[in-house]
DNA sequence: GGGACGATCGAT
DNA sequence: TCGATCGTCCCC
């Protein structure tokens, strides 16, 4: 992706990543998946986000650098969640990345997942388990092997990056509404900073 | 130094 | 609907 992409404001930018692919290159080999699904957070105002009110300790330290980086955090002491840092420097702000459609290394992503994907009589592969591979921010953490070693990571260049989209995204395509899991967040629960493709399978909650 | 909690997941 | 599970952060 071109660096000039992450000049953009966190909303726009939430918009125009549906339909782009994040890849990890790893020694196990390439993993990459289409974005269909992803969150805008918008410190220091917005208060579900981890840098609000300017929050600044060592997990959000990197949503006041430059954006184009990867902001990750652990949750619920199991699960990884992978963000985009957005806005200029000392702006914290970030977008995450909550489903997509796998594109390359299925194999290796269900071996991480600890997923078996049955074939069905002609070849095709059962999209149930297939679904389960990356429908949701810790799921694909996990298909694409990534960790917390990538906190900060520039997502201009390999290991981990963004590249345009094979299929362009239409309006028509896009939906918006509440934002998942935030119930604590009073009037920002009902911000529509949630954007997927409409009716993709692979979104996390339909 | 201690304790409460969470931008989730999977089984029930 | 509920339990798992632990690093982070805030408070004492």
Same mark, same amino acid.
Request: charged letters at 25%; glycine letters at 8%; a positive charge.
């Given at each position: ?54 929050? /600044? =300790?060592? #997990? ?6 430059? +954006? !184009? ?8 002491? &199991? ?46 592969? /059962? =999209?149930? #388990? ?6 949701? +921010? !810790? ?8 960790? &917390? ?58």
């Amino acid at each position: 992706m071109d660096p000039t992409f992450f000049h953009q404001s966190t909303l726009e930018m939430a918009r125009n990543l549906l339909g782009t692919e994040l890849v990890h290159e790893s020694r196990e080999g390439k993993a990459s998946g289409r974005i269909v699904e992803v969150e805008a957070y918008r410190g220091p105002s917005d208060k579900a986000a981890h840098s609000y009110s300017n929050r /600044k =300790t060592k #997990r959000t330290r990197v949503m006041f650098g430059p +954006p !184009g980086h990867a902001y990750l955090f652990r949750i619920y002491g &199991m699960h990884i969640c992978f963000n985009i840092v957005t806005a200029p420097a000392d702006h914290p702000e970030a977008i995450l990345v909550r489903a997509l459609e796998p594109v390359e290394g299925l194999s290796l992503m269900a071996k991480r997942r600890n997923i078996h994907l049955e074939t069905k009589a002609d070849g095709t592969l /059962k =999209t149930t #388990r297939l679904k389960s591979l990356t429908n949701g +921010p !810790g799921k694909l953490c996990q298909a694409l092997g990534l960790s &917390m070693n990538h906190y900060g990571a520039d997502l201009t260049r390999p290991p981990l990056y963004l590249r345009p989209g094979s299929h362009s995204v239409s309006q028509e395509d896009l939906c918006t509404g509440p934002r998942i899991n935030i119930d604590y967040a009073e009037e920002a629960r009902f911000f529509p900073w949630r954007f997927w493709l409409c009716s993709h399978p692979f979104v996390s909650k339909p």
